[in-house]
C-alpha cells in the first residue's frame, strides 16, 4: 500500500494550498481517510477525515470553516482545500487510511503516507 501526499509548499498568511494523497495497493473506495498533521515537538494530530463514500466529513475545531476534505474514489485521491491559513497551520500534512470503524486516531489509522510541508509565513 501506497498513499503519496503532495502540495505542500511555503505560502503567506491567509493563503490557500490544496493537497492531495493518490493511494495504491488498496481497494480505495472501502476506506475511510484522514489528514492528520505534526508540528515540530508536537504530537500527530487529525485534522479533517472523510467516510468511504465520501458523504461524511469531520474537522479538528481549529479548522473547520477553513479547510475541507473531499475525495474521488475514480481516481483513488483523497484532496484537503486549506483556506485562510494561518502561520499555526504549520506542519507536516499526512495522509492516512483506515478500513471501518468511526473514530479518528492515528494509532488507529492503518496506512500512512509519508507527508508533505506546509509553511505559512507571517
Known amino acids: 500500500v501506497q498513499l503519496q501526499a503532495s502540495g505542500g509548499g511555503l505560502v503567506q498568511t491567509g493563503g490557500s494550498l490544496r493537497l492531495s494523497c493518490v493511494a495504491s495497493?488498496?481497494?480505495?473506495?472501502?476506506?475511510?481517510m484522514g489528514w492528520f498533521r505534526q508540528a515540530p515537538e508536537k504530537e500527530r494530530e487529525f485534522v479533517a477525515g472523510?467516510?468511504?463514500?465520501?458523504?461524511?466529513?469531520s474537522y479538528a475545531d481549529s479548522v473547520k470553516g477553513r479547510f475541507t476534505i473531499s475525495r474521488d474514489n475514480a481516481k483513488n485521491t483523497v484532496y484537503l482545500q486549506m483556506n485562510s491559513l494561518e502561520p499555526e497551520d504549520t506542519a507536516v500534512y499526512y495522509c492516512?487510511?483506515?478500513?471501518?470503524?468511526?473514530?479518528?486516531?492515528?494509532?488507529?489509522?492503518?496506512?500512512w503516507g509519508k507527508g508533505t510541508l506546509v509553511t505559512v509565513s507571517s
Open positions: 492516512a487510511a483506515v478500513w471501518g470503524g468511526n473514530m479518528w486516531s492515528p494509532g488507529g489509522m492503518n496506512y
Open positions: 472523510v467516510s468511504w463514500s465520501g458523504g461524511t466529513t
Open positions: 495497493g488498496l481497494t480505495f473506495g472501502s476506506y475511510r
